[in-house]
């Protein structure tokens, strides 16, 4: 499957309704993230990483879909790396919360 806002869109609705193996989901971050660091056209790049993966990875994790601990160092690096979009650095506040032990997550 092609990588795109799209593909993350359609794998957030299947992960709603039907159980996959973790292993599968943490193979598809995985691509995700690979992706977002490959990408050359700095605007794709902004798009994929804002709109398509943060709000994907962010909505597993809200849905208790993932685990994030089983890959929570790669998705610290991705965040750091990409702490200028504003939505990777709520995400890794986001982290940061669970990382701490907070029970309720917000925003």
């Known amino acids: 499957m092609e990588l795109s806002v799209h593909s993350?869109?359609?794998?957030n609705e299947l992960l709603a309704r039907?159980?996959?193996?973790?292993?599968?989901?943490?193979?598809?971050?995985?691509?995700?993230i690979a992706h977002c660091e490959n990408c050359k056209d700095r605007l794709i790049q902004h798009r994929f990483c804002q709109t398509?993966?943060?709000?994907?990875?962010s909505s597993l994790i809200r849905n208790n879909?993932?685990?994030v601990k089983d890959l929570f160092i790669?998705?610290?690096?991705?965040?750091?790396?990409f702490s200028r979009i504003k939505e990777a650095a709520g995400l890794f506040r986001l982290l940061?919360?669970?990382?701490?032990?907070?029970?309720?997550i917000t925003s």
């Open 8 to 11: 993350m869109e359609v794998m």
């Open 96 to 104: 940061k919360q669970m990382d701490n032990g907070v029970t309720e």
């Open 65 to 67: 879909i993932i685990d």
């Open 74 to 81: 790669e998705v610290q690096a991705f965040c750091i790396d």
């Open 18 to 32: 039907v159980v996959l193996p973790p292993e599968y989901i943490h193979h598809y971050i995985t691509k995700c």
């Open 52 to 57: 398509g993966f943060v709000f994907f990875l």
